[in-house]
């Protein structure tokens, strides 16, 4: 495959060559997610025994599930605090500060009493602000301080605002789809 030879156990980010850290050159995972597909491809590897075959499909699978992890700044905040034994077990632990907890509550009210695209877009950019400003709280927590047990609530504060930013969506739909649908009038008779 390369160089150095690597295992279908390395890290995602052995596996691709680059640090192991929050930030990332997204360009950087591009290009390496390239190269690595073109060594890797199963189609590399039609004339071999079958053996090799399932071993090139494994590789296209190892490094397809790493460049989905490292390119998702919230997946790969998730696996760096999963590789310093902070795991998010996102499932059975859903601890979130009281203050997030409060913020949770304003938004779903705000969304709940939207009446209109500019109100939910007014609420869109409010969430997408916090987005933003948790992902550098997760560079700062896991790259700076090399703290993942803290960066753990600032993982599922982002896992919560994706979730939200879903609902908004489907509010923005549903608003948009009322707009469209014709008025009820009033019963028009047939004077033939």
């Known amino acids: 495959m390369s160089e150095t030879p690597l295992t279908l156990s ?9 640090p192991q850290r929050f930030a990332q050159n997204r360009n950087t995972l591009d290009a390496r997610w390239k190269q690595l597909q073109r060594e890797a491809h199963p189609d590399r590897f039609a004339a071999q025994d ?16 790493a460049y989905q992890r490292l390119k998702d ?9 999963e590789l ?7 499932h059975d632990n859903t601890a979130m500060p009281t203050e997030f907890l409060m913020q949770q509550m304003a ?23 916090s987005r933003q400003q948790a992902l550098v709280r997760c ?13 753990v609530g600032v993982v599922r504060a982002l896992m919560f605002i994706e979730r939200f930013s879903a609902d908004i969506d489907d509010r923005f739909e549903t608003l948009q789809s009322q707009a469209v649908a014709p008025a009820p009038g009033p019963a028009v008779a047939d004077g033939g």
Do not use: H
Not at 50 to 65: F, G, K, L, Y
């Open 10 to 18: 390395a890290s995602d980010f052995e596996l691709f060559g680059v």
């Open 50 to 65: 079958a053996a090799t075959q399932r071993r090139a499909m494994q590789w296209s699978v190892r490094i397809n599930e």
């Open 73 to 81: 700044p919230l997946k790969r905040a998730a696996y760096l605090c």
């Open 84 to 90: 310093a034994g902070a795991p998010i077990n996102a």
């Open 107 to 129: 938004w779903r009210e705000a969304l709940d009493e939207a009446r209109d695209t500019d109100q939910v877009q007014a609420l869109l950019d409010e969430v997408m602000l």
């Open 139 to 151: 560079e700062q927590l896991l790259d700076e301080a090399g703290d993942a047990g803290q960066a």
